[in-house]
């Protein structure tokens, strides 16, 4: 099955700009997801279609995705974006969601 | 408002069986691809299983076949996971969560908890 790599942690300091990465091969060629998940709480999806935001999330939160690396770029962060991160792409040849392991972001 | 509710989550000995619920409203359940999606305690995101609009296709991570049955009923928004023969490994929070275009999960429930154990 396609897996899905991540780092488990990523620092950042307030103000400063984020970027977590999801390695998988070939990624370039899927459709990429990335989830926020704050403790006690259900993911929330920030991107979608490697670039795109659903509504009422901040313009801060944008992706890219080429070759074998997905990036979710996280600016200008917050405090409050402190939180685990997953990726996910669908496996058409197994019809399923795969997800990364997560990142966990910390903001110094 | 897209609203999922999961229900039916406990405490079970080993070789039980629970059965999860998940009601949605706040938009057309029938016309959707539904999903679980468990994490168990300190860990990532796993899904579980997928049923299609009718019912016809559904898709289960192999850790789970065999054992669990994803159903939905349209007429009352709801989906289902029969879960049997379970084991300590299946402990986790169990979302209910939408499947858009076939590919990410829009929205999520709130969780139930399975804990299996004797």
């Known amino acids: 099955s396609y897996v899905l790599t991540q780092p488990p942690s990523v620092s950042v300091a307030p103000g400063q700009t984020a970027r977590i990465t999801c390695g998988g091969n070939?990624?370039?060629?899927?459709?990429v997801h990335w989830y926020q998940q704050k403790p006690g709480q259900a993911p929330v999806l920030v991107v979608y279609?490697?670039?795109d935001r659903p509504s009422g999330i901040p313009e801060r939160f944008s992706g890219s995705n080429s070759g074998n690396t997905a990036t979710l770029t996280i600016s200008r962060v917050e405090a409050g974006d402190e939180a685990d991160y997953y990726c996910?792409?669908?496996?058409?040849?197994?019809?399923?969601?795969?997800f990364g392991g997560g990142t966990k972001l910390t903001v110094l | 408002e897209v609203q999922l509710v999961e229900s039916g989550g406990g405490l079970v000995q080993p070789g039980g069986s629970l059965r999860l619920s998940c009601a949605a409203s706040?938009?057309?359940?029938?016309?959707?691809?539904m999903s679980w999606v468990r994490q168990a305690p300190g860990k990532g995101l796993e899904w579980v299983a997928n049923i299609k609009q009718d019912g016809s296709e559904k898709y289960y991570v192999d850790s789970v076949k065999g054992r669990f049955t994803i159903s939905r009923d349209n007429a009352k928004n709801s989906l289902y996971l029969q879960m049997n023969s379970l084991r300590a490994e299946d402990t986790a929070v169990y979302y209910c969560a939408r499947l858009e275009r076939g590919s990410w999960y829009s929205n999520w429930g709130q969780g139930t908890l399975v804990t299996v154990s004797s």
């Open positions: 070939n990624i370039g060629s899927k459709s």
């Open positions: 706040g938009f057309t359940f029938s016309s959707y691809w």
């Open positions: 279609d490697d670039s």
């Open positions: 996910q792409v669908w496996d058409s040849s197994s019809d399923q969601g795969v």
